[in-house]
């Protein structure tokens, strides 16, 4: 355990000692949060969604007085079906609601036909989900219309598109994870310097054991940072009923730590196939960049295909824990499932990363 | 034939303390020996079959596929001898030494340290022995100070212990000064010498040198060739690789020529010249019916040896600075010779007399 320590604080000197690691381990994220708080900033981005109202009654009114009062939403009133339809087709608007004579929130299902511009994923997102949540919110407990999907957790709030991001930029900063250990292992392998460690008493569990540790302080300042960071664009966390916003940002941390785990079990795997370190780099981001894409770090992926592909990835876990507590206000315990998901996943490739270096490398 | 560049030495500043020093403030061992170093005689083989040895090996093989890198070598290293082993680059030198510290597993056949088996016992080899590899293994992100306290750290060094030696060394080699820059600032030869200490810190009973100056500048070179020799005298035990056979020559007290992964020679490297034949050593260019001027060469009863190699004759031969202009003559004969030179016997003779090529 002793060696195991030593050895994670010497990876921590050299990490922090080099600058293209340093840059890649923690700038990357800060500077890609930053972006994100640039992009949507609270207040900066509105959808335009335009409106048919052939019911005027007090309900549909109501309806659009409180899609207007969305922060995000913009409502803009057509005369007729025709015009809001060559608006929409000409990207006037993002969005359209035509609401027929007889609305009423427990008819929404047959009085309202809703179309998304879905060439925007932010912006079909964020305009689905808020449209939505108000549906539910008049209807009690009616479902909303199958036009658009129900998020996975029931919601009480509107959608924030900057928590949405900023859960995804954390995500995606500790899946760099995979990159610094592959990179990191193979670099010592290359230099002969595991080599030289092994003509000590040191064991590889003790090698891998530092590794690892060193691995998740790395995951847990990035976490840190990004929190901070985004705190400073505007990024509020939702405390749960009982929980308050500290709380729940210690559960993210430990999710954060979960998926630090199962990426270096993944980066183990690369490391041990890999020959050099140069190869090393180039197939962990040819890792990293399909877990970006496909897990949910920035959009949701679409299609039921893609939704099962998605569950190879540890990232879509850890997203979808992470924004149900801090997005959407949801305690720890409710997103167990997640949590139960990520932790299997990460001991399952820390073994067979561990297995497969051993096998590979000694 | 051994020999001291002191003033050299001195030239590279802190490398002239004697080691003894060190040695006698160096309280922590690791190990617990159960032998004693015995006095080194390295002529006697009657001699060496009653002392203890800290290396066997036996019929000791490493094959990569079809390569076979190492094919059953058999040699024995006395405790506190320094033991080299001389050979051209992929002759096997370091393939063997990564069999002993247990890096590679033999494909047949096995060693022994300190009495323990390297495939069975590798864990317990591993506290007993310092291992400096071919290339400078250093974290170049880490202080030479940390590199050491690394290493110490592994062993289990006490922390307290460990901070006292690694300054200790560090001021040995003259890198007290730059203790506490980040290796990457330091130039070749820094971290050679770095890489050493790094092997010394815990303070073992034996020693795996592996090709210790490869690269070096001449001065640096002498300065680890002294750093080496008070090891010796510190009566560490050394296996040492080098395809330099002037180091083998004046660090080694025997010394083990390998060729294409077999020793096809062992003794001191005295007895190896000896086998050569003693007498001063002409090498001169030639071009012509080389077979014809060895065989005419060979009739002269002050020849010891003679060999060709890559347009050039190599001859031994007794007072041969006198005899010079009839050694001339007669291979002129056969063919012109070029430009001569006159030398003593060296170990580059001996590989050239057992294998027809040269070392380098």
Redesign the interface.
């Known amino acids: 355990m ?2 195991a320590v ?1 050895l994670a604080v ?1 990876n921590l ?2 990490m922090f ?2 600058k293209i690691y340093l840059f890649f381990l923690l700038g990357l994220p800060i500077m890609m949060m930053l972006l994100v708080g640039l992009a949507f900033t609270e207040g900066t981005t509105t959808y335009s969604v335009g409106y048919v109202n052939n019911d005027n009654g007090p309900f549909s009114q109501m309806f659009i007085t409180l899609l207007n009062n969305a922060s995000i939403l913009k409502m803009i009133n057509f005369s007729d079906v025709d015009s809001l339809d060559e608006s929409f087709r000409q990207g006037n608007i993002a969005a359209g609601l035509i609401i027929d004579e007889g609305y009423s929130p427990t008819t929404a299902n047959e009085t309202v036909t809703f179309f998304v511009d879905e060439s925007s994923v932010s912006a079909s997102i964020a305009i689905k989900s808020t449209v939505t949540a108000i549906s539910s919110t008049l209807a009690g407990d009616s479902k909303p219309k199958e036009y658009w999907k129900p998020p996975d957790e029931p919601i009480s709030v509107e959608f924030n598109p900057l928590n949405f991001m900023a859960v995804g930029t954390l995500t995606y900063s500790v899946s760099i994870i995979v990159f610094s250990t592959t990179s990191s292992i193979a670099k010592e392998r290359d ?3 595991f ?8 064991t590889t569990l003790d090698f891998l054991a530092g590794s690892l540790m060193s691995q998740i302080v790395i995951s847990l300042m990035q976490t840190a940072l990004i929190f901070a960071v985004s705190y400073l664009v505007g990024f509020r966390p939702l405390g749960a009923t009982g929980m308050d916003m500290t709380v729940n940002m210690l559960a993210a941390f430990v999710v954060a730590m979960i998926l630090a785990v199962a990426c270096v079990g993944v980066g183990l795997v690369i490391a041990a196939f890999a020959k050099n370190e140069d190869q090393a780099v180039g197939i962990s981001w040819f890792v990293i960049i399909p877990m970006m894409f496909l897990s949910g770090t920035w959009w949701e992926p679409q299609g039921a295909t893609m939704k099962t592909v998605s569950w190879a990835f540890p990232t879509t876990y850890a997203n979808k824990a992470i924004r149900a507590i801090l997005a959407r206000g949801a305690p720890l315990l409710s997103v167990s499932n997640f949590l139960v998901g990520l932790a299997i996943y990460a001991i399952i490739a820390f073994m067979v990363g561990v297995a497969f270096f051993r096998k590979k490398t000694i | 034939m051994k020999r001291h560049s002191t003033t050299l030495v001195h030239s590279i500043g802190g490398f002239d303390k004697n080691l003894r020093d060190l040695s006698e403030s160096h309280k922590y061992n690791p190990t617990v020996r159960n032998k004693t170093a015995n006095p080194v005689d390295l002529d006697g083989e009657d001699h060496m079959k009653q002392t203890q040895y800290a290396i066997e090996a036996e019929d000791l093989t490493r094959k990569f596929g079809n390569l076979v890198a190492v094919d059953h070598i058999n040699f024995k290293v006395q405790e506190g001898e320094l033991w080299g082993l001389l050979g051209p680059n992929g002759a096997g030198k370091t393939t063997t030494v990564k069999m002993l510290c247990g890096l590679l597993t033999p494909t047949d056949g096995t060693a022994k340290v300190e009495g323990r088996d390297i495939q069975k016992e590798v864990r317990e080899i591993r506290k007993l022995i310092g291992v400096c590899p071919q290339e400078p293994t250093v974290y170049e992100r880490l202080t030479g100070k940390e590199n050491v306290k690394l290493i110490g750290q592994m062993h289990k060094v006490p922390k307290a212990e460990l901070k006292k030696k690694a300054d200790e060394l560090l001021e040995r080699i003259g890198l007290t000064e730059r203790a506490d820059d980040q290796v990457i600032t330091y130039s070749g030869g820094m971290k050679r010498r770095l890489d050493l200490i790094m092997a010394l810190v815990h303070d073992p009973p034996i020693l795996f040198l592996d090709e210790p100056t490869l690269g070096l500048d001449p001065a640096v070179r002498r300065a680890v060739w002294d750093f080496i020799l008070e090891l010796k005298e510190r009566k560490k035990t050394i296996v040492m690789t080098t395809h330099y056979m002037e180091e083998a020559d004046e660090l080694c007290d025997r010394v083990a020529i390998i060729d294409y992964g077999k020793i096809i020679e062992e003794g001191s490297p005295e007895k190896l010249k000896e086998k050569v034949g003693r007498g001063d050593r002409i090498e001169m260019e030639f071009s012509g019916d080389a077979e014809a001027a060895i065989k005419q060469l060979k009739r002269l009863k002050f020849i010891k040896t003679v060999a060709a190699a890559e347009n050039r004759l190599v001859i031994v031969a007794e007072a041969g600075v006198l005899r010079l202009g009839e050694i001339i003559k007669t291979t002129s004969r056969a063919g012109t010779v070029g430009r001569t030179s006159l030398s003593e016997n060296t170990l580059e003779d001996v590989f050239l007399h057992l294998t027809g090529r040269r070392l380098r």
């Open positions: 002793v060696t030593n010497k000197k050299t000692r080099d230099k002969g310097l080599s030289r460690l092994r003509t000590t008493p040191m």
